[in-house]
């Protein structure tokens, strides 16, 4: 990793080197957020590279590695929530590999090939937003996605944001807490008691 981030006040060297670890992104040359992001907006998240699996013959798993489902790699997310605090952000991330089953029980969102703009890396096509897979990630893995001019601000329709919403609720397995389509769904008052059940 190259840092050209001057010295500061300090010129010991591993503090130059400790600044450039503070500053930098998992993948050199790419600029961490900071700013806390729309609802709806795409960004990229390094989830990390791990090598190999943390599943293993003897039925033992090394929890230093990933298991699967679990997310890996740099990726598109759509944000779901970007003031949960100044460090994180709740984010949905999307895949190309379809799940019948998790589609079919509403926990997996289509994502049209037109609902994101072209951008570098990631050519368009139909992806799907898993929200059974939904994460509080630290600002410093997001960035800003970029095409041929630079980074890209791009926030999908609020109707796609509303569809992954519901389907992060019934993978929290809180579906109940709806309301059914048409009938204001997603319009709870929190502050009101929910009635006892009979």
């Excluded at 489902?69 to 779901?80: A, G, Q």
């Excluded at 996605?145 to 929290?172: E, F, H, N, Y």
Aim: charged share 20%.
């Amino acid at each position: 990793m190259t840092c050209d981030i001057p010295l500061l006040s300090d010129s010991r060297p591993w503090r130059r080197w400790q600044h450039c670890l503070a500053t930098a992104t998992p993948e050199e040359g790419l600029m961490a957020i900071n700013f806390s992001p729309t609802v709806g907006q795409v960004l990229q998240c390094h989830f990390g590279q791990f090598g190999g699996s943390g599943e293993q013959s003897s039925g033992h798993s090394d929890f230093n590695r990933r298991i699967p489902p679990e997310m890996v790699k740099n990726r598109l997310v759509i944000v779901l929530n970007g003031r949960l605090s100044r460090q994180s952000c709740i984010v949905v991330p999307l895949s190309r590999s379809h799940d019948p089953s998790k589609s079919c029980t509403g926990v997996h969102v289509e994502v049209a090939s037109d609902a994101i703009c072209p951008l570098d890396y990631f050519t368009p096509c139909r992806r799907w937003a898993k929200a059974d897979c939904i994460h509080t990630v630290s600002n410093r893995r997001l960035h800003l996605p970029t095409d041929a001019k630079g980074a890209v601000k791009w926030v999908v329709d609020s109707a796609l944001v509303r569809r992954i919403q519901r389907a992060a609720i019934k993978a929290l397995n809180a579906s109940a807490l709806l309301v059914p389509i048409g009938e204001q769904a997603l319009h709870i008052d929190a502050r009101q008691p929910l009635e006892p059940l009979s």
